[in-house]
């Protein structure tokens, strides 16, 4: 009898006969080999390939984009990660090859080690090779065992390996920024980093973690993608086979423009994972809240050094207030104490001087009483005039007068030798023995130890270096004083200060450059005639020069004009070139004589 069989490919796409007897005819097998474009359908469907439709549409697009002249290699935007895709997928549509299905490894794919390679390519080998048939009855399909033959020589070498699974089973894609505002941030960014680490070409890649991970641990993560290293081979998407160069240029030629291409596709790649980490990074929970933590330590931080800072310069604005009090207090003190002197002096002498009646009008002696009011000290003075007996009393002061002022005298020729020194019984200094310097020393010893100062005439000599004895120095400190009253007596106007006060309402004051030097010719005819001192304003600026030394500098002319209201600074500086040029013409005179 004889069967008739009808075989058909099975439905799901599998090589296996299936037969299907009819009747009266003979049983016996036949291979058939799947083909048509429902079994491509289903094929590319299981493998995630794309069909013949897919990629003419693809390729359809890439055209018109190219006519309307966009660069998809050149443009930095996400259309370079969809270049990706869409080129692997086109690349795997033509190698219709499955390397790891035709070893039964599609499920590890690229995670599979070399091991399970060798294990997987020698089972199929046992399952497939042609002399495994047992009888001529069964069949081996040769073209299967071709396609094992390939995939194990393709995954066995590591350079093919690296170039086949560079473009096998991608997703390129990024999450956009919705996504990741939607979305919980790490169900969102684990798996796209999961899917970009199998790139790497460091083994130990760090986990992007949760939210409990120490903010050290987070930065580490971060770092490591920045500095990504990536071992992805863009050998597929080559554009040119050089097996086919008919020439050495020719094929010099090809590898140029197939390395060009591979640098393009290169930083298009380094581009998305930048995207992809910079855009993790602005989600980033963990790292929004370290910056708000950091920010807070930050302001904390500069209120912490505002407040010190204000109370440093409150401590010292206090130290200050404190010392300048304290100084002023012991300015007022010593004021006192300087006044309380003067008038204990000037009672002490004036007892003293009413002790006169007991030397039975002995003038010689009443001129020692004098001189001994002019030096002793108010304790001196007071045992003199309260002493029983005066006479004794004041050849007792006077003989210890005479052995301190020998005693001082012997100590200053010691120092600086007899010509230094003046004794007491040397020749008194005229006048044209005193120069400027002595005078400028003189008027320097008189501000710096004012009237009331205890043995200020001692103080002073000590002051100009005991150049002059003490009768000289008050015999020059008269004839100064007298010199100046004569000078006020002379130039004195009485309407003075009304006059002025009225040219200065209707005139205003005169300015004055603090940095200009006035130099005037008081013989200058044509020069305007100040107008006269009063005496009021010549006491004022005799205070006022004592006040302010000349150690002052261009400071002490300013200090001196503002003592005296009436005045400005260059009619100041006129009226003491004034006194200094009538002091010295004195001089000159007394000189002369």
Not at 441 to 446: E, P, T, V
Request: hydrophobic share 30%.
């Amino acid at each position: 009898t004889h069967a008739m069989v009808l075989c058909l490919p099975a439905p799901d796409g599998s090589s296996d006969t299936v037969c299907a007897e009819i009747s009266g005819w003979g049983v016996y097998r036949r291979a058939v080999e799947p083909a048509g474009r429902p079994f491509e359908a289903i094929i590319s469907a299981k493998l995630g390939l794309a069909t013949d439709a897919e990629s003419d549409a693809a390729h359809q697009r890439r055209k018109d984009n190219d006519d309307r002249g966009s660069d998809s290699d050149d443009s930095g935007s996400d259309s370079g990660d969809e270049d990706f895709s869409s080129k692997a997928r086109i690349h795997r549509a033509k190698v219709v090859d499955d390397h790891y299905f035709f070893l039964g490894l599609e499920k590890l794919r690229w995670r599979a080690t070399d091991a399970d390679i060798k294990k997987a390519y020698r089972k199929a080998v046992l399952m497939h090779h042609p002399d495994k048939a047992s009888s001529k009855e069964e069949y081996i399909d040769d073209e299967h065992f071709k396609k094992i033959q390939s995939a194990y020589e393709t995954l066995s070498d590591a350079k093919k390996r690296r170039a086949y699974d560079s473009q096998d089973d991608i997703d390129d894609s990024i999450p956009s920024a919705a996504d990741a505002n939607k979305g919980d941030f790490y169900d969102v960014f684990i798996p796209v980093f999961y899917r970009n680490a199998r790139w790497s070409t460091r083994k130990k890649i760090p986990s992007l973690g949760d939210d409990k991970t120490p903010i050290d641990k987070v930065f580490a993560f971060y770092d490591f993608w920045e500095r990504f290293e990536s071992w992805r081979d863009f050998s597929y998407a080559d554009e040119y086979d050089t097996a086919d160069a008919e020439s050495r240029d020719e094929r010099r030629w090809m590898d140029r423009q197939n390395e060009r291409k591979r640098k393009k596709l290169k930083k298009a790649e380094r581009e998305r994972i930048v995207k992809l980490v910079t855009l993790a990074q602005k989600h980033d929970p963990r790292i929004k809240r370290h910056r708000e933590e950091e920010r807070a330590r930050a302001e904390a931080e500069k209120k912490a050094r505002e407040e010190e800072r204000l109370r440093k310069e409150e401590e010292e604005r206090v130290r200050k207030q404190k010392e300048e009090e304290a100084a002023r207090e012991k300015e007022r003190q010593e004021k006192l104490q300087r006044e309380r002197e003067k008038k204990r002096l000037k009672k002490a002498r004036g007892s003293a001087r009413a002790r006169k009646a007991d030397l039975g009008g002995d003038s010689e002696r009443e001129a020692l009483v004098e001189e001994l009011c002019a030096k002793l000290s108010a304790v001196e003075l007071e045992e003199l005039a309260g002493a029983t007996d005066f006479a004794s009393a004041l050849d007792t002061s006077l003989h210890a007068l005479r052995e301190r002022e020998e005693a001082q005298q012997q100590k200053l020729e010691d120092k600086y030798g007899p010509s230094r020194s003046k004794g007491q019984g040397a020749k008194a200094c005229t006048d044209s023995e005193w120069t400027e310097t002595d005078l400028s020393n003189l008027a320097k010893g008189f501000a710096k130890y004012p009237s009331g100062t205890g043995n200020r005439w001692e103080k002073i000599a000590a002051f100009m270096e005991h150049k002059f004895t003490v009768d000289n120095i008050i015999a020059k400190a008269r004839e100064v004083k007298r010199s100046e009253a004569k000078a006020v007596t002379k130039n004195f106007d009485a309407n003075a200060f009304e006059r002025s006060m009225n040219a200065r309402k209707t005139a205003g004051r005169v300015g004055s450059d603090i940095s200009r030097r006035y130099d005037i010719e008081l013989t200058d005819d044509k020069a305007e005639a100040p107008s006269p001192w009063s005496q009021d304003e010549q006491r004022l600026l005799e205070a006022a020069l004592k006040t302010y030394p000349a150690s002052l500098g261009k400071e002490r002319w300013d200090k001196i004009a503002a003592a005296i209201p009436t005045r400005s600074k260059r009619e100041c500086v006129v009226r003491f070139k004034e006194l200094a040029a009538l002091v010295k013409a004195r001089k000159a005179a007394a000189s002369g004589k």
